[in-house]
């Protein structure tokens, strides 16, 4: 069974302290993806990277930055010297092997970030 | 501007009546989602659509209905049926159901049954 785990129910950061959220999955497929969404209080989930199990290189975007260890099973998100609008509910999917048009989602990580 | 838009944003239920959650997007998407959020917890699928006139039931699909009549507008009927239909509902669109394609999310709608 595919199964996304994000242990971090909610975090609590200083402005400008780096934090880093885990995200653990399961899958027995060989190829798959990997996404990030943000949830700000507004509601809107919004894409933030995908990753595909064939590159594991670490991917960096501004203050944002990504950990895929396939030997681990793990996709982490790093922010960098956090905002307050970075405050957000973060959720970590799979596209589920079952359908190819269904994705499990983590439970999600509240970030909270303090001025 | 291509988006999704979700109306109304907030809705109050008496029980034992049905409402409609509208979800219209014009990102000409093929495939579009239902997904009810409760607190604290994750996204749960309801119903998707790959193409027109065509829906599938997700994992708590009880109590709800859909209908995808054109391309851009996947309704979402609660029920009477549904116990417990207080929730937090968003509908998504990606190009196509493939793994690889993100989806794109509305505002969501927030019902509450009185």
């Known amino acids: 069974a595919q199964k996304v785990t994000q242990a971090q129910t909610e975090i609590s950061v200083v402005e400008k302290e780096d934090v880093t959220l885990d995200c653990v999955y399961e899958?027995?497929?060989?190829?798959?993806?990997l996404f990030w969404y943000k949830q700000p209080p507004s509601g809107e989930l919004v894409f933030l990277i995908r990753?595909?199990?064939?590159?594991?290189q670490n991917e960096i975007s501004g203050r944002y930055s990504w950990n895929f260890q396939k030997s681990t099973s793990s996709f982490n998100f790093t922010i960098t010297a956090s905002q307050v609008v970075d405050s957000a509910v973060y959720f970590c999917?799979?596209?589920?092997?079952?359908?190819?048009?269904?994705?499990?989602f983590g439970t999600g990580t509240r970030l909270k970030v303090l001025a | 501007d291509g988006g999704i838009t979700q109306s109304p944003k907030y809705l109050f239920r008496k029980e034992g009546q049905n409402v409609t959650l509208s979800c219209e997007q014009n990102?000409?998407?093929?495939?579009m989602y239902w997904y009810r959020q409760d607190p604290g917890q994750g996204l749960r699928l309801i119903y998707y659509?790959?193409?027109?006139?065509?829906?599938q039931k997700g994992d708590i699909a009880e109590g709800y209905s859909v209908s995808r009549e054109k391309k851009e507008s996947f309704p979402l009927t609660v029920t009477s049926a549904q116990k417990n239909p207080t929730a937090f509902y968003l509908c998504?669109?990606?190009?196509?159901?493939?793994?690889?394609?993100?989806?794109?999310f509305g505002p969501g709608t927030r019902l509450t049954v009185l």
């Open positions: 998504a669109s990606s190009s196509s159901g493939l793994s690889y394609n993100e989806q794109f």
């Open positions: 659509s790959q193409i027109v006139n065509d829906f």
């Open positions: 999917a799979l596209p589920s092997t079952s359908g190819t048009y269904k994705y499990i």
């Open positions: 990102l000409n998407h093929d495939a």
């Open positions: 990753r595909n199990s064939f590159d594991e």
């Open positions: 899958t027995r497929d060989t190829t798959y993806y």
